[in-house]
């Protein structure tokens, strides 16, 4: 696990069962709202919802770790340049699904942009090392996992669909059903025309019935062409034929469709058994954006206040000088008197 992360994790569970303040002293503060104040500025679902959970820390040792991460990114945003902080509350969600976990093309697509994301992270980080010594400590005990993506990109489309390169089976199967499918068609639209030339159908065209092509054949004409009756129209005078020179092409393309289908089962099984491996390394890392999320949005809603660090000594007694509420300050510049704070 990352030490960071695991680090403010234990800070975070610790004030949960120990806070600083019990739950009517905060309301009376008005910590909740200044919370929904930062948390306006994440861009995470789950980075709004721990700000809105956040309790303050008592301890000096969690205090000045939070500070560092700040203090190292400080200098760079204000240049405006901030980390890569992306939403990744999608594929945590998908990644924390209780087992049997099986993920359709379009949610392991999900969990792939989500590993680029965080590749992207990691890669910001180490390439301003000596910036941020902090942060990049933590971005080096990131596990590699994008060959994973790379995998999951090579087999699934846009759209979340297998593709026929998704193993060479695959593509030799949907070939083979393609070809078959116009063999099933070719052989039916043959009877179609003739049985139209002898006028023993009701309809001109082919119909489906279930999975089978069938003749619409006039109910006296029925035994006139050899074939399987698949159903009757509601009146009883159209039925419904296969013809026999096509029942066998049919009964090729299913057994095809069903192996098809099953490489294709395969394929997913598999791609979920690599998403498997790495989610809990990738649930890691997501905590690290989202704690990179909650670092971000406290230093723009700092700055929007015009807040103050505080100077924090062991056993000294608080003092507060010229001290501003962050919901005053809020009030009074909705009512257009800023200049009073």
Known sequence: MIGLVARLAAA??????????????RDLLGWPRVLAQVARHARNARAVARLHQQIPYDDLETIAIVRALADELRPLADQDEW??????????????????????????????????????????????????????????????????????????????????????????????VREREQQVRDSVQ???????????????????????????????????????????SHTGQTVYVEPAATVHLANDLAESRLAMSAEETRILLD???????????LLDQIELMLLCDRVRASMVWSDEVGGRRPEIAAGAAPRLCRARHPLLVEALAGAGRADEV
Not at 89 to 95: G, Q
Not at 110 to 118: F, G, N, P, R, W
Not at 271 to 281: C, P, S, T
Request: proline share 6%; aromatic share 4%.
């Open 190 to 232: 043959r009877a179609m025309s003739e049985a139209e030339r002898r006028g023993w159908t009701t309809g001109g065209e082919v119909t489906l019935r279930g999975d089978r092509y069938c003749l619409p054949l006039r109910s006296g004409d029925r035994r006139k062409v050899d074939g399987i009756v698949h159903d009757r």
């Open 271 to 281: 791609l979920n058994q690599r998403v498997d491996r790495v989610a809990a390394d």
């Open 12 to 25: 975070d569970e610790r004030m949960q069962h120990r806070p600083l303040a019990a739950p009517r002293a």
């Open 83 to 176: 980390p890569p902080v992306a939403e990744v509350s999608t594929a945590a969600d998908l990644l924390e699904a209780p087992p049997p976990r099986r993920l359709e093309g379009g949610d392991l697509l999900a969990v792939a942009a989500s590993i680029t994301d965080l590749v992207r992270l990691r890669d910001w980080f180490l390439g301003r090392e000596d910036a941020l010594p902090v942060w990049s400590e933590a971005a080096r005990a990131m596990a590699e996992c994008s060959a994973v993506a790379s995998e999951l990109r090579r087999c699934l489309d846009a759209d979340g669909q297998l593709t026929d390169h998704a193993s060479p089976l695959l593509g030799r199967l949907r070939r083979t």
